[in-house]
């Protein structure tokens, strides 16, 4: 279905982001021939996409749906879009391009200057977006270009000049005189004397000209159609069959821009600062600091990041929740048990916090989803090239998003080859893949990055904590082992919590750098020290794992949430300018916050919001249902993703974090709409 008004509202989306993209980003450097050419682009494939969504999706659904609910979405959709676009507050910056051309001659007025004096210093030319190069001037009289100025000798006639967009404000630069002296300074045919003698080093001539008073305007019109046409797709979506990624979007999408840039953090950033110097590490994985890094050099901010996983959960739930609808699972379940997830602060806060842990749970409660594909045919799926190739670019994503990928993978590749010992080929094919892709992006890719590898320090790190443990409860220990210990740091100031191993690994006084080269020594004293104390190892890793099992009380879990402090709310965990609170919707930010704090403030919501292990019990339970009403024993390949997960915690475990065991969350809220499948009966 084609009308001929689809091609116009393409263009003027793609043109409105292109021109937002080139108005917020890439403005500078003005009039940049390779800049403009990438809006451009940008703004194509922008209205290729909007033509094909609403050509093939959006506008088929809106007009299979009764008249009624067509007026009631335009309605919707008009007034929704008003109202955002009078509350939203968002910086707009200045359209330089936009900006008119000032003339600036200076003259020195050096004649009556005595020869033998020290002459002039120009430092440099500020505008309101750049500095103005030494190139760019035109100069008269003998002078001399340094690095950082340019010196004018006495007892001649010189000055310079220059022509172009100042954008609101410029400042002239220069070095102050011992002895009072005035120079000409005209702007636009408006001369001012000014004064260099000065006591400071530097003395500085501000010039302000008008701003332009129509750049709000220029960025509203720009905005109001996008947020018109994102409102339309997604009430209309709501009307289908299969609302499911529509209500997803909806919610997520709302929360993002009320606790905008999200939960943003510095350690990301600093990885990607990492790579961008020259010398990346792997103590966090490579490729989601590439995705990182193509997200804030293209797409102009890290928040990028999280547009595109909260688009990829509700996407993936929506396919899921469809196939499932087909399956017979009615709405009556499926849609509720969305809104449930949509509007779970445990979800909404997730999927806005940027770390590698949000797609690698993506990925995991992908695989099971797949695992489920899987069992439902009886193995029949595995047979397509391309289902195989799905079932390997999810694998090898979980391996390259989080080390943990590695044991929940294999788990899961052991679990499919004893189930379907008959599909061991396609197995075989899709777990060697899998490795092949692994060895190449830690191996050759790496090395062309000059990746350093630090992951050795996350086994040392898990290592020191059980090493701690043995020291503080008094496991006996050779002279040599001790004095080795007590080289680190002196034994009595050794500390131990099994929560988590902070106490030791955040101490400036121990000497990381010294444990970190004797990853072999360490790996022994710890084998040797469990021989002798193997109770307390089993206690420490009880302890330790608390986030698995654990379903009320015992550690405090770190996740994400909303601080108050001093009448303000602070969300983002970040100390760069850029990422720094910054609300499209302010007006938002107290009520909801107030809202967040008190369930975290009520110990059975915390608990029940915050212990992943409830979600883990319920996945268990969900599948031992989905398994009787299969009547079939190998329903239970669709708890191995998670299951080689928590078993590797349970073992390994330091640090009580929510994120670690998030994907334990969104594949417990996948088995319970699983759960509610039936299998036909013949006959019926």
């Keep these: 279905m084609s009308h001929p008004y689809y091609p116009f509202v393409s263009a003027l989306i793609g043109f409105c982001v292109g021109l937002l993209i080139y108005i917020y980003h890439f403005q500078l450097p003005l009039f940049s021939k390779s800049q403009i050419v990438l809006c451009l682009v940008i703004a ?85 977006y750049r500095d103005v190069s030494f190139n760019e001037l035109v100069i008269s009289g003998d002078h001399e270009v340094n690095e950082d100025s340019i010196y004018f000798p006495p007892a001649q006639a010189a000055g310079f000049s220059w022509r172009g967009i100042t954008g609101e404000e410029a400042v002239i630069f220069f070095q102050s005189t011992s002895e009072p002296h005035s120079v000409e300074i005209t702007w636009d045919g408006h001369s001012q004397q000014v004064d260099l003698g000065s ?20 960025v509203n019109l720009a905005a109001f159609p996008i947020i018109f046409l994102t409102i339309f797709i997604l009430s209309t979506g709501i009307f289908s069959r299969h609302p499911y990624a529509y209500i997803l979007l909806l919610v997520w999408l709302f929360v993002f821009v009320v606790f905008w840039p ?46 595109i996983q909260i688009t990829g959960l509700a996407l993936l739930v929506g396919n899921a929740f469809s196939f499932l609808n087909s399956k017979g699972v009615s709405n009556k379940v499926l849609i509720p048990l969305t809104c449930i997830f949509a509007l779970l602060p445990t979800n909404f806060m997730s999927i806005i916090t940027l770390t590698n842990d949000i797609p690698y749970s993506i990925v995991l409660m992908g695989l099971t989803y797949l695992a489920f594909r899987i069992v439902l045919s009886q193995g029949k799926w595995m047979e397509s090239k391309f289902n195989l190739l799905l079932l390997t670019t999810a694998a090898s994503l979980a391996i390259l998003f989080r080390y943990n990928g590695i044991p929940a993978v294999g788990f899961f590749f052991l679990c499919l080859f004893i189930i379907y010992p008959r599909l061991w080929r ?98 022994q004293l710890e084998i040797s020290l469990f021989q002798r104390n193997p109770g307390l190892e089993i206690s420490h890793m009880l302890c330790a794992s608390d986030i698995v099992w654990n379903v009320s009380g015992g550690c405090a879990i770190k996740h994400p949430f909303v601080e ?45 919001l915050w212990h992943p292990a409830w979600y883990l019990y319920l996945g268990i339970l969900c599948t031992v249902i989905f398994s009787r009403r299969i009547k079939s024993w190998r329903g239970v390949l669709l708890l191995a993703p998670s299951l080689g997960q928590s078993l590797f915690l349970l073992l390994f475990n330091r640090v009580q974090n929510f994120r670690y065991q998030y994907c334990i969350v969104l594949v417990g809220f996948l088995l319970l709409a699983i759960a509610f499948y039936k299998p036909k009966i013949e006959g019926e």
């Design 44 to 128: 194509l494939f922008v209205a290729i996409l909007v033509d094909i969504f609403l050509t093939k999706i959006t506008c088929p659904i809106y007009h299979s749906i009764s008249q009624w609910k067509q007026v009631v979405i335009l309605i919707a959709t008009i007034l929704a879009s008003i109202v955002l676009s009078l509350t939203f507050v968002y910086a707009v910056p200045h359209i330089y391009p936009l900006y008119p051309e000032h003339t600036l001659t200076v003259n020195l007025n050096m004649e009556d200057l005595p020869a033998d004096s020290d002459g002039l210093y120009f430092s440099h030319l500020q505008l309101a």
């Design 262 to 307: 999200g939960i943003i953090g510095d350690v990301s950033i600093l990885a990607v600062d990492e790579l961008q110097q020259g010398h990346p590490t792997d103590w966090h994985p490579i490729v989601f600091t590439l995705l990182v890094a193509f997200c804030i050099n293209n797409l102009s901010s890290a928040s990028s990041v999280l547009i």
């Design 199 to 218: 006591n400071a080093d530097v003395s500085e001539f501000d010039q302000e000209f008008s701003v332009l008073p129509y750049e709000h305007r220029i």
């Design 426 to 523: 396609k197995s075989l094919l899709s777990l060697s893949l899998v490795i092949a892709i692994w060895l190449f992006i830690s191996g050759p890719f790496s090395s062309l990055l000059n990746v350093t590898h630090d992951s050795q320090g996350h086994l040392d790190n898990i290592l020191l904590h059980h090493i701690s443990a043995h020291v503080v409860n008094g496991t006996p220990m050779t002279d040599d082992e001790s004095a080795y210990l007590d080289t680190l740091l002196p034994l009595e100031e050794w500390k131990y919590s099994c929560c988590s191993n902070t106490a030791m690994w955040a101490n400036d006084d121990f000497d990381r750098d010294e444990f970190h080269a004797n990853s072999t020594l360490n790996r």
């Design 564 to 608: 108050e402090i001093k009448g303000k709310y602070y969300w983002t965990r970040s100390y760069i300018p850029q990422y720094l609170e910054d609300s499209f919707l302010p007006g938002l930010i107290d009520p909801i916050s107030a809202w967040l704090i008190s369930l975290d403030e009520n110990a059975f919501t915390s608990a029940l």
